[in-house]
C-alpha cells in the first residue's frame, strides 16, 4: 500500500485578463473576463513510505500546484489523492501535523529571537510531549552540529545556518513526510554537501519520505534515485534517472589524453567533438559500443596516457527533455 | 483540539510576539511616545472645540469627553491585537499566507496571535486618562454594575472594531487594492463614535447604528453610566446589553473569513 | 534641468497609475469630509455665541481640505524609505545629479499626481452636493492659487526634511511617526485656526504649517483679505527655504555620515 497515491488530479485556474490603458482600467473594473490555465492535467503517480522522489520541471509547469495539493493549501478540481490514508485538503489540521515543510528561501522561524524560542513555539503549535521533542530536538541539533547557534537571534544566522535550523524546525514534530521546496538556493557548497548528506541519511534511517523540488540537477544526482518531470501539467518522466538519461541522451564522453601528439583519429565508433592534439573529447552510445570497447580501440590507435569516462551532465539531459516536450 | 490548548497557544504567540518588540526597546519608547502624543492631539480637538461653542446638543464637555475615552481605549485594544489581519493584505500578495495553512492551528488564531503591537499603549493610556479625568468631573453614582458596563462597552468595542479588520483581510483575498475604504471605516468610526450620535443627521446616525454599529460601544453605554434620557428611546436593559452586538458583528465577521479562506484554497491565488 | 523634469515627469506618471487607490481615497474623502461637516453642524446648531467664522465657510473650508489633503506632509515617500533603510542610498550618489534635488523633485511629483486625481471630482461632486461655495471674489481667488504654490513648495520642502530625517532613525520611524499629526493639527486640517484659543493662534501664525492649508483656504473664502497675499506668501516662501537650507545640510551630514561607517 503506497504512502502517497495520486489519480487523475486535475486543476485548471482563472486568471484574470488585464487590459492595457486607461480605457481598458475601467472596463476592468465593471467587467472582468478570464482566461483558463490548466496548470494539472489529469497526473498520476504513487510514492512509498521510505522514498526519496526528485519532481522537476519548467517553472509554471505545474510543480507547486501538485506540492500545494498534496500538502492540503490547495483543493483540486477533479481527482483523488490520498495520504496515509487521508485526503490532504479535507482533513488539513490532521493531515498537516504529520508533514513537515522547508521552504528554500523563506525560513519559517521567528525573526528577532533565538532559534531555540522558533523550537520551543514549534513545539506548542505541533502539540509535540515534551519528552519526545526534547529526544528529538537534542539529536537534530547533535546531527546538524547547531549547538552554538541555538541562542543566536534568526536575523543573525547565514544562510546556511539558517537552512539546517529550517530543516531542525521541520522535523520537530516527527512528519513521516518532508516537503523540499528549493531548499539549496543561495547556499555555499559546504552547506550543501551538509544538507545533503543529512537528507540521505533521515531517509534511510528513519525512513522519512522525502519529496525534492528544485532545479539544482546536483541535488537531484546526489540524493534522488527516483525522478518525476513535469512539463505542461503532465508527468513526461517517473523513473529511476539512469533510466531516463538513457532514454533522452544515453551519449558518453570519453575523454582521452595522448602521449604523443595525434592529429587525426580515424576509424572508431564515436563521433569526435574536440581534438586539440593532446586532448580528444569523443562521444559514444553505450547501446552501440561499450567504453572498454570503444578505449581498446582508441589506445590501439596511439599510446594513451590517461582518460576518464563522463556523463553528459544531467542538465543537458533535462533541457533536452523539455525541448523535446515543447516547453 | 480543545479551546483550552488554543488559548495556551495563542498566548505563547503573544509572549513572542511581545519579547521579540522589546528587542528593540529605544525604538519601542520612542514609538510608543510618538503615539501617545498623536493621540493626545486628536483629543484638543474636542477641547478647542467646546471652549468655542460651550455645549453640544445637551452634552457638555465632560460626557463627552467620557465617550471619547470609552471608544479610545476600546479602539486601542483592537489596534494591539489586529496586526496580523491588518497586515493581511501584505501577506497574502507575497504568498505567505500558505505558511500558515501548513501548520496544524488555524488561520485565525495564527493572525490573531501575529503580533501585539505594544505601541499602541499609547492610546490606550490617552483614553484611559481622558476618561478618568470625565468620570471625576461628573458626579456619577457608580455601582458595581456601571463598572461593569464600562468593561463590558470597552471589550465590545474592541469586538466591533477587530470585525472591521477582519472584514478588510477577507477583502484583500479578493482585491488589495480598496483597503482604503475599510481604515477610513475604522478611523472614522473613532472620530464618529467619539460624539454622541444623536447629533448627526438621521440617515447618518442610522448608519452607525444598524451598518455598522459602533454607537453601540460608546453611545449607549454611556447614557446608562451617566443615567441621561436617550433621544432615541431605549431602555436601561437595552443599553447595559449593548456591547453584545460587537461581539455578534466580530463572529458574523469570522464567518465571511472562513468563507475567504475556502475561496483561496479552491483558487489557489 | 532637464533631468529633473523627466524625473517629476516619470514619477508623476507612476502615481497617476494608482486609479484604485485614487477611487478609494476619494470615498474616504468624502466620508471624512462629511463627518466633520456634521460635526460642526452639530456644534453650531447648539450654540448661539458668535463664532470666527460662519457656517457656510467652515463647510467650504472642509472640503477645499479634503480636495487637497494628499498635497500636505503627511506620509513619507515609501520607496526613499525603503532604501534608506537597505543602505541602498550609496547607489544614489552613482546618478549624475544632486541629490538634495533629486529628492525633491520625487517630492513635487508625489505631493501633485495624487491631488490631481482627486482633487477635480472632490470639487465637482461638493460644489453640486455638499455647499463646497465659489471663491469670494477675482481677488480672493488669484491669492488662493498663488497661495496654493506657495503650499505645494512647503509642502515638498517639510516632506523632504523628513525623508532625509529618516537617516537618522535606528529602525522605527523617528520625525516620521508623529510629524503627520502635528501638520494636521497645526495647518489647520483638524479644525480650522480661527477656532483655537487666540494665544495658541499667535504660537501657530509663526508656524509654518498654517502656510498648507489655513492660509489659501482663509484666502478663498475672502476670511483673509487678498491684500495680505503678500505677507502671507512670503511667510510660505520663507519657511520653505528654512527646510530646504536644514533639508540639504541635514543631507550632506547623513551621506558624509554613511560613507565613514559604510553603506
Sequence with gaps: ?327 | MNIFNNLYVYFRFLEISVRSQLQYRLSFVMLTAAHFLVTVIEFVTVLVLFDRFGSLKGWDLPEVAFMYGLVNIAFSISDAATRGFDAFGTMVKAGDFDRLLIRPRSTVLQLAGQELTLRRVGRFLQGFAILIWAANAMEIDWTALKVGLVIFAVFGGAALFAGLIVIQATIAFWSTESLEVMNSLTYGGVAVTSYPVTIYRSWFQNFFIYVVPLSTISYFPTLAILGKPDALGTGLAFQYLSPLIGFGFLALTLQTWRFGVKHYRSTGS | MSGYRALISARFRTLLQYRSAAIAGFTTQVFFGLIFVLIFEAFFESSSLPQPMSYPEVVTYIWLGQAFIMMLPWNVDRDLQALIRSGGVSYELLRPMDLYTAWFSRAVALRTAPVALRAFPLLLITALFFDLTAPESPAAAMAFVVTMIGAIILSCAITNFISISMMWTVSGDGIASFAPAIVMMFSGMIVPIPFFPDWIQTIIRILPFSGLVDTPYRLYLGHLPASDLGFLFAHQIIWSFAFILLGRWMLNRGLRRMTVQGG
Design chain 1, 1 to 327: 500500500m503506497p504512502q502517497i497515491v495520486v489519480e487523475n488530479l486535475a486543476k485548471t485556474y482563472q486568471v484574470p485578463i488585464r487590459r492595457p490603458g486607461l480605457w481598458g482600467a475601467f472596463t476592468g473594473i465593471a467587467k472582468r473576463s478570464y482566461r483558463q490555465v490548466d496548470a494539472l492535467d489529469n497526473i498520476s503517480f504513487s510514492i512509498d513510505e521510505g522514498e526519496l522522489v526528485g519532481y522537476i520541471g519548467p517553472n509554471g509547469a505545474g510543480k507547486s500546484t501538485t506540492i500545494k495539493i498534496i500538502s492540503g493549501i490547495l483543493n483540486p478540481d477533479s481527482g483523488r489523492c490520498e495520504i496515509d490514508g487521508r485526503v490532504p485538503w479535507e482533513d488539513r489540521v490532521a493531515h498537516v501535523s504529520q508533514i513537515g515543510v522547508v521552504f528554500g528561501q523563506r525560513t519559517q522561524m521567528w525573526w528577532d529571537l533565538p532559534v531555540i524560542e522558533s523550537f520551543d513555539l514549534l513545539r506548542d503549535i505541533y502539540r509535540v510531549d515534551t519528552t519526545e521533542y526534547l529526544k528529538t530536538k537534542d539529536e537534530l541539533v547533535e546531527r546538524l552540529e547547531i549547538g552554538d547557534l541555538l541562542n543566536v537571534p534568526v536575523r543573525l544566522l547565514s544562510l546556511g545556518q539558517r537552512m539546517r535550523c529550517d530543516l531542525v524546525a521541520a522535523l520537530l514534530h516527527r512528519p513521516s513526510i518532508l516537503f523540499l521546496d528549493e531548499p539549496t538556493v543561495g547556499l555555499d557548497s559546504v552547506s550543501k554537501l551538509i544538507f545533503r548528506e543529512f537528507i540521505r541519511e533521515i531517509n534511510k534511517e528513519r525512513g522519512l519520505s522525502v519529496i525534492l523540488t528544485t532545479h539544482d540537477m546536483d541535488d537531484i544526482e546526489a540524493l534522488c534515485k527516483r525522478v518525476m518531470v513535469i512539463g505542461k501539467g503532465q508527468i513526461l518522466s517517473d523513473g529511476p534517472l539512469s533510466a531516463l538519461r538513457n532514454q533522452i541522451s544515453p551519449e558518453r564522453l570519453l575523454i582521452v589524453d595522448f602521449e604523443t601528439e595525434i592529429s587525426q583519429l580515424e576509424g572508431i565508433q564515436a563521433a569526435v567533438l574536440e581534438n586539440d592534439g593532446h586532448r580528444a573529447r569523443l562521444s559514444f552510445n553505450p547501446n552501440q559500443i561499450s567504453a572498454s570497447e570503444l578505449i581498446a580501440q582508441v589506445s590501439a590507435l596511439h599510446p594513451v596516457r590517461d582518460l576518464f569516462v563522463e556523463n553528459p551532465p544531467i542538465e543537458e539531459t533535462i533541457a533536452r527533455l523539455y525541448t523535446e516536450n515543447k516547453l
